[in-house]
């Protein structure tokens, strides 16, 4: 390695160092009391090219405990091994903070569940259905099976408190595979096609108004989408307290345009426009087994964020008390509210319009609020862009997660030396999300990610099932009654198998072969631990270029 690569990370690192100065290790470290010993990619001591440290030490003695640390697992047999543990190290100098208290972390939950769902997937689950009282009881069944997926959650995230939420169940109950596959399908497709369809629905309203004569273009709304990804990736590359005050600010505006809808309907509803609310057609010959499951599908997309805030427990302050309180809180709350807007919707709109319509809410707002109607498009386009910021802020988080523990690339793990963000996490996400707007549409989006969440759903249902017995003593927090995870684990199942069954697409043997096809990467590249020779030098590009350092790294004197 040249000496000018070497004076560059060298330089990266100790910025990482002073930019955490309220620790003791900081203060110690700018006063000499440590010294960093810097391990490069040719001396044998940095996963895949990157700058770790090797130790300290320059004025320690025994009084002190100075030992030196390795950040990977190729320790030699005289060192001491630094493993990841179940939290956030609090001696390392750079790694992600508890930010994230109890009104953020019901900001997240509501703020990612209300994005584009209840304004695209009213007419989806009446299309499905063609029944008002069954599309009602599907939404409120959506609402329970989310609020005890969530509780069932809650038990796994105070009982292992790493980020990146299933990744990390599935490792403590099924081992490394089943944890890669799920980093390897949710980093490649469940979270980019998440924010993709959130971004191509905030375009469509947001450029509804300047196109009211005809469709928008399509290459336009592609356009608006990418900008909206660019501009929520700066605010999370930027700053965790930025990304987390956008959040909650978003998550009020979008509360307050919910709360304009459902005042719409409640004066409907009080000069007595209920002719829609009284025919529930439950006899709909359109109800079949797996009609329904799709308009579950539908439902649960609107639903979908449940878990978001497990993704992000080692941000979380108290998380064994602030993580269930913001799911109780928070799910229950996004129940009322779809149930009431959806009310409101039937006040104006007959069954057959709702359908007909790709922009339920803007419908609504032209003929209610008259020449306000421009505040639909624009609540819209601010509740999307929110949900849109929550989703890229904890899928930074499930990257992050798994590349540390060596599932995905090293470099994927690295945080900001100054911000203390996951930046490439960030980036690699956002870059698929872009390519999957330029390629895809909202409809095909929904149905791949619907069918593929909820086979890691159940798995981790099943993992909290399996931990109950194999790991009966570790600590619990918050317990859940186990006929929970028997209930969500029973409904995953339905909704993986029922449309199989119903109408076999070849889209559902792609989507399994794609994640069976994540083991052809999984043994040579983590079972056996083979690296791309080039991998190094891209590596150490990449931190120079993104000033970012790993954070499983620790000192101790």
Avoid at 103 to 128: C, D, N, R
Avoid at 269 to 297: C, D, M, V, W
Avoid at 480 to 509: C, G
Wanted: aromatic share 12%; charged share 10%.
């Amino acid at each position: 390695m040249c000496d000018a690569m070497r004076d560059k990370l060298a330089s990266l690192l100790r910025a990482s160092v002073r930019a955490q100065t309220h620790t003791e290790n900081t203060d110690k470290l700018n006063n000499g009391a440590i010294a960093p010993v810097l391990v490069f990619p040719d001396e044998g001591g940095a996963r895949e090219g990157g700058l770790v440290w090797r130790g300290c030490t320059a004025n320690c003695d025994a009084e002190d405990g100075a030992t030196g640390t390795l950040a990977d697992g190729n320790a030699n047999s005289g060192d001491k091994v630094q493993l990841e543990g179940s939290d956030a190290a609090p001696d390392d100098p750079v790694h992600l903070k508890r930010r994230v208290g109890l009104f953020s972390g019901v900001a997240l939950i509501v703020g990612t569940m209300i994005g584009s769902g209840i304004f695209v997937s009213p007419s989806g689950l009446l299309l499905h259905t063609d029944s008002v009282g069954i599309s009602f009881i599907i939404w409120m069944a959506c609402g329970l099976l989310s609020l005890l997926g969530a509780l069932a959650y809650a038990e796994l995230g105070t009982m292992n408190t790493s980020s990146g939420a299933e990744y990390a169940y599935f490792m403590d109950a099924f081992g490394g595979p089943s944890a890669f596959l799920f980093s390897w399908v949710s980093t490649l497709v469940l979270k980019p096609s998440q924010m993709a369809i959130i971004c191509l629905s905030f375009a469509e309203y947001a450029v509804e108004p300047f196109v009211s004569e005809c469709d928008p273009p399509d290459l336009l709304v592609k356009l608006v989408a990418v900008i909206c990804i660019v501009m929520i990736l700066a605010v999370n590359c930027y700053s965790v307290n930025l990304a987390t005050n956008v959040q909650n600010i978003f998550t009020a505006a979008k509360l307050v345009a919910i709360a304009i809808i459902v005042c719409g309907g409640a004066y409907k509803l009080i000069l007595g426009n209920t002719r829609h609310l009284q025919e529930p057609n439950f006899a709909s010959s359109k109800a079949t087994l797996g009609n329904i499951a799709t308009a579950f599908y539908t439902g649960l997309w609107a639903y979908d964020g449940w878990n978001n805030l497990n993704y992000v427990t080692e941000e979380i302050k108290n998380p064994s008390k602030n993580l269930p309180m913001s799911i109780i809180i928070g799910i229950p709350l996004v129940t009322l509210c779809y149930a009431l807007v959806n009310v409101s919707y039937l006040t104006v709109m007959s069954v057959s319009e709702m359908t007909d319509s790709e922009a339920v809410a803007v419908t609504f707002g032209n003929r209610l609020l008259g020449p306000m109607a421009w505040l639909m498009p624009l609540a819209v386009t601010i509740s999307t862009f929110g949900s849109a910021n929550g989703t890229l802020f904890v899928a930074g988080r499930l990257c992050f997660a798994a590349s540390r523990q060596g599932h995905l690339l090293d470099i994927l793990s690295y945080v900001h030396v100054r911000r203390f963000t996951p930046a490439p996490g960030l980036i690699f996400h956002s870059l698929i999300a872009v390519a999957m707007v330029l390629y895809g549409t909202i409809n095909s989006l929904i149905g791949f990610f619907s069918f593929t969440a909820w086979i890691f759903y159940g798995g981790a249902m099943l993992a909290l099932i399996v931990m109950r017995y194999t790991k009966p003593h570790a600590p619990r927090p918050y317990k859940v009654p186990i006929i929970i995870p028997y209930v969500v684990l029973f409904v995953s199942a339905y909704l993986v198998v029922a449309p199989i069954v119903e109408e076999p697409l070849w889209e559902y043997l792609y989507a399994g072969a794609f994640i069976i096809a994540g083991l052809l990467f999984y043994m040579p590249f983590v079972k056996w631990g083979y690296s791309l020779p080039f991998m190094d030098k891209i590596t150490v590009f990449l931190q120079m270029a993104l000033e970012v350092v790993p954070t499983s790294t620790t000192f101790e004197y």
